[in-house]
Nanobody, 116 residues
Framework: QVQLVESGGGLVQPGGSLRLSCAAS????????MGWFRQAPGKERELVAS????????NYAEFVKGRFTISRDNTKNTVSLQMNMLKPEDTAVYYC?????????WGQGTQVTVSS
């Protein structure tokens, strides 16, 4: 079992920045692929970014490339998402996911609202 707790969401103006964090406990964090997903009202949950267990490989959705950066600290069991140049269409609940093999675990989500 893995427990995930996200933090760092909030209200920000267009063009602003936020940093989301996800703290993991309960398993061997360094063996898990980590990802950030988001879900806007009325839309399906979608992948934003993912990072390999070692942190050496990252993957980004096209709509966040050049604006968002995913990172992890395996000594602290945390994964972060730095979000810059935020747009109103980035408004969503952001979820952290941990996966290893066929097992996947989700956090409770944190709301990000981009509005003037």
């Amino acid at each position: 079992q893995v427990q995930l707790v996200e933090s760092g969401g909030g209200l920000v103006q267009p063009g602003g920045s936020l940093r989301l964090s996800c703290a993991a406990s309960g398993s061997i964090f360094r063996l898990h692929v980590m990802g950030w997903f988001r879900q806007a009202p009325g839309k399906e949950r979608e992948l934003v970014a993912s990072i390999s267990s070692s942190g050496g490989l990252t993957n980004y959705a096209e709509f966040v490339k050049g604006r968002f950066t995913i990172s992890r600290d395996n000594t602290k069991n945390t994964v972060s998402l730095q979000m810059n140049m935020l747009k109103p269409e980035d408004t969503a609940v952001y979820y952290c996911r941990s996966s290893r093999g066929a097992n996947a675990y989700w956090g409770q989500g944190t709301q990000v609202t981009v509005s003037s």
